[in-house]
Each structure stands twice: as structure tokens, then as C-alpha cells.
């Protein structure tokens, strides 16, 4: 079975500290791992999508890497509208389908 | 415009009322999803329907009802809901589903869902 956890729940970060938040996963066959942002009240907003250990991908203070056995979204010098949940999911080749595996989130509070 | 629009956004209601949930998708996808997101729990797999057919029915219980009518909307009939079923109830769309890659899914604001 996909197994997703995400660590650590919760962060605090000051304006400016950047940090890394991990995804530890298990899959037979990996499709595809998948970086979401959520507000509160508010939907996942698709960041970035993995598909094979080695690859790495950025967008503005964020980059997401990819290893075998986890993934990390780095934040670098973060502002406070980067406070969010950060969501990690995985698609395997033997889930049904396009069938996601989500992690239970990461909360981050950047302070000014 | 945002890609998945759900509506109402916000719904309280009785344990004995009939309402329905509306997702539509302006991407162009094919593939249809609803998910559940209640407090502290990963986000839930409820249904998918892959060109308008049901593909997924991941053990969600008969008071929750969906309906494609076709690719671009999706419907969530609720009726006789308890108040462990409040959520908030997300509405995803993809390309395609059950492709050899990964599919990314885009998700909609969700609809906050109150059961008293």
C-alpha cells in the first residue's frame, strides 16, 4: 500500500529563515509526486509535479527535489504570504488509476 | 474565471435535508474527482468519473449521490447526512485518468459542508 507522511506538522519560521519540509513515501512504481499549497478555506493549489528521483523543480522562493525515498520542498528566505499548508501526494503505478495518496500537510506561519 | 468552480461555497444543513454540491471545470479535462478533507485527516478519495463514467467508488456511504452529466460538471447529491459528514468537500479535475504518468489533478475552493 502508498504510504505518504509528511514532516514535521507544523513550522514556524521568521521573515527571511529558510527552511525544508520533508515527504517520506512508499510506492511500487512511482507515477508521479505532487506539491500542493493550500490557504485556509480555501482548495489545493497545484505547485509542482516529480516524476523521477534526481529531478528538481523551482517556482519563485520554493524548489521541490525528488530521491528515492522522500521528497523536500526547500522555502528560501520566505515572506509571510508564504504561509500555508503545504500538501505532498503520490500517484503509484499500482493504485488505481490516477488514484493520489495525500500526506497529512505541513502547516508553515512565517512571521514578519 | 478559476479552472474548477464549486458552488455554494458554504451550506449548512439538516440532517434530513436533500441538497446537492456543483463542480464545473473549465479545463477541458476529462476526468472528474470529489474528495473529502475533514480536521486533521489527509485528504479522502470519494469518486471519480473518468468521460462521464464512474471509475472510483472508494466505500463512500449511499447518502452521498454523484452525478456527471457529462465531462465538464459534476454533482454531489446529499441527503440524510450525519454530523460526522461535515467536511469541506473538494471537486478535482485532470486530463485524463489511469494513463501510464501522473496525471496533476487541480483542485476547485471546495464547498464547506455544516451538518446540524
Known amino acids: 500500500e502508498d504510504q505518504v507522511t509528511q514532516s514535521p506538522e507544523a513550522l514556524r519560521l521568521q521573515e527571511g529563515e529558510s527552511s525544508s519540509l520533508n515527504c517520506s513515501y512508499t510506492?511500487?512504481?512511482?507515477?508521479?509526486l505532487f506539491w500542493y499549497r493550500q490557504d485556509p478555506g480555501k482548495g489545493p493549489e497545484f505547485l509542482f509535479t516529480?516524476?523521477?528521483a534526481g529531478e528538481e523543480k523551482e517556482k519563485e522562493r520554493l524548489k521541490a527535489t525528488l530521491t528515492k525515498k522522500e521528497s523536500f520542498l526547500h522555502i528560501t528566505a520566505p515572506k509571510p504570504e508564504d504561509s500555508a499548508t503545504y500538501l505532498c501526494a503520490l500517484s503509484g503505478f499500482k493504485a488505481a488509476g490516477n488514484k493520489l495518496t495525500f500526506g497529512g500537510g505541513t502547516r508553515v506561519l512565517v512571521k514578519p | 474565471e478559476t479552472g474548477v468552480t464549486q458552488t455554494p461555497r458554504h451550506l449548512v444543513m439538516g440532517m434530513t435535508n436533500k441538497k446537492s454540491l456543483k463542480c464545473e471545470q473549465h479545463l477541458g479535462h476529462n476526468a472528474m474527482y470529489w474528495y473529502k478533507q475533514s480536521a486533521k485527516k489527509p485528504l479522502e478519495l470519494m469518486f471519480v468519473?473518468?468521460?462521464?463514467?464512474?471509475?472510483e467508488n472508494n466505500s463512500v456511504p449511499s447518502r452521498f449521490s454523484p452525478e456527471c452529466p457529462n465531462s465538464s460538471h459534476l454533482f454531489l447529491h446529499l441527503h440524510t447526512l450525519q454530523p460526522e459528514d461535515s467536511a469541506l468537500y473538494l471537486c478535482?479535475?485532470?486530463?485524463?485518468?489511469?494513463?501510464?504518468?501522473?496525471?496533476?489533478?487541480?483542485f476547485g475552493e471546495g464547498s464547506w459542508l455544516t451538518v446540524v
Open positions: 516529480l516524476y523521477s
Open positions: 478535482a479535475s485532470s486530463q485524463a485518468y489511469g494513463t501510464s504518468s501522473g496525471n496533476t489533478i487541480y
Open positions: 468519473y473518468n468521460f462521464k463514467e464512474q471509475t
Open positions: 510506492v511500487s512504481g512511482l507515477r508521479g
